[in-house]
């Protein structure tokens, strides 16, 4: 059973620095694309950043140069670091990762469960 286990959300002021981590465990052969998502209250839920299993990354418009994703693999983790966090950053984010198990070769798409980021203004 696999699962990804998201911490380090919470409340912080606007200008504030959060990080998010996102731990996949289980019986795990090899993980590709972890991504981070959010959803904010009445909206869509989008992604934010993503990580692929190289190291490239990529960024919603809005968070790049305040947000940065990175990974560790001998750990299957995945984190976002937030800088300059502004009051429309606020939701439940999300981790994603594709991922094979030891029981297959294929790649399914797993996700946390969330973990709420409010910033106040």
């Known amino acids: 059973q696999v699962q990804l286990v998201e911490s380090g959300g919470g409340l912080v002021q606007a200008g504030g620095s959060l990080r998010l981590s996102c731990a996949a465990s289980?019986?795990?052969?090899?993980?590709?694309?972890m991504r981070w998502y959010r959803q904010a209250p009445g909206k869509q839920r989008e992604l934010v950043a993503h990580?692929?299993?190289?190291?490239?990354?990529d960024y919603v418009d809005s968070v790049k140069g305040r947000f940065t994703i990175t990974r560790d693999n001998a750990k299957n983790t995945v984190y976002l670091q937030m800088n300059s966090l502004k009051p429309e950053d606020t939701g439940v984010y999300y981790c994603?990762?594709?991922?094979?198990?030891?029981?297959?070769?294929?790649?399914?798409?797993?996700w946390g469960q969330g973990t709420q980021v409010t910033v106040s203004s």
């Open positions: 289980g019986s795990i052969r090899s993980i590709g694309s």
């Open positions: 990580i692929g299993s190289g190291g490239s990354t």
């Open positions: 994603y990762a594709d991922l094979q198990t030891m029981a297959t070769l294929t790649y399914y798409s797993y």
